[in-house]
């Protein structure tokens, strides 16, 4: 059971650019989200999603574009990279509440540099 | 809305020390409360949770009572080791209805150092 799997790990991306994050998890999980992580910021919800075809903004969206076309994937999109989007991204995945408390899985991270 | 405030790290503790971090929160429902662990490098892993008052969580020696009559939910340990050093996070969970439901908010996180 792989859970939650992010891709890349790591990246540099140079001011301008656009890139695709990946997050992928294999628990049939209905509610899915992106966050960023910034030192002394904890984490911020960037988009969430709570199922195929429906997604909604979080705290911090702009910048940042995703969709939800399968219950297994959830890709985040960098529109035009900027160097205030240097951090750290975690994709999470959860059941709804009728199955006990909506525990969150998270993914390894991505660490995202942009020059 | 929905938050929740962390106590502010860093927290230098010696080996075999009692631990606590204090987390409250601020709900319009009846939130589920979780704390999470990262370990250096790594991403977050739920350590306990409480879905509702009066629930008690625990793992790994780790304690938290969820107190409604307080908004309260702090992580205690009662003699920490050098592998118990990493950054903990209090989070809620909304357990309302529409398109809200699941989504976490956290706190901001408390490094914890344990020296040997």
């Known amino acids: 059971n792989a859970g939650v799997t992010q891709t890349p790990k790591f990246q540099v991306l140079k001011t301008g650019q656009s890139m695709t994050l990946q997050c992928a998890q294999d628990?049939?999980?209905?509610?899915m989200s992106w966050y960023r992580q910034d030192p002394g910021m904890g984490l911020r919800l960037i988009h969430y999603?709570?199922?195929?075809?429906?997604?909604d903004q979080g705290e911090v969206p702009n910048g940042y574009n995703v969709s939800r076309s399968t219950t297994e994937d959830f890709p985040l999109r960098l529109l035009s990279a900027a160097p205030s989007q240097t951090s750290v991204y975690f994709c999470?995945?959860?059941?709804?509440?009728?199955?006990?408390?909506?525990?969150?899985?998270f993914g390894q991270g991505t660490r995202l540099t942009v020059v | 809305g929905d938050s929740v405030t962390q106590m502010e790290g860093p927290v230098t503790l010696s080996e075999e020390a009692f631990l606590t971090i204090n987390c409250t929160y601020t709900?319009?429902?009846?939130?589920?409360l979780f704390w999470y662990v990262q370990y250096p490098g790594e991403g977050l892993q739920l350590l306990l949770k409480?879905?509702?008052?009066?629930d008690k969580g625990s793992n790994k020696g780790f304690e938290a009572t969820y107190r409604k009559e307080t908004t309260s939910f702090h992580l205690e340990k009662g003699s920490v080791q050098v592998s118990d050093s990493a950054v903990y996070f209090c989070?809620?969970?909304?357990?309302?209805?529409?398109?809200?439901?699941?989504?976490?908010?956290f706190g901001r996180g408390t490094q914890l150092t344990v020296w040997p």
């Open positions: 628990m049939n999980h209905e509610y």
């Open positions: 409480a879905t509702k008052a009066d």
């Open positions: 999603s709570v199922g195929a075809g429906i997604t």
């Open positions: 999470a995945s959860s059941y709804r509440r009728d199955r006990g408390g909506t525990e969150a899985f």
């Open positions: 989070a809620l969970s909304d357990n309302g209805r529409g398109s809200t439901l699941g989504r976490l908010y």
């Open positions: 709900a319009t429902g009846y939130p589920s």
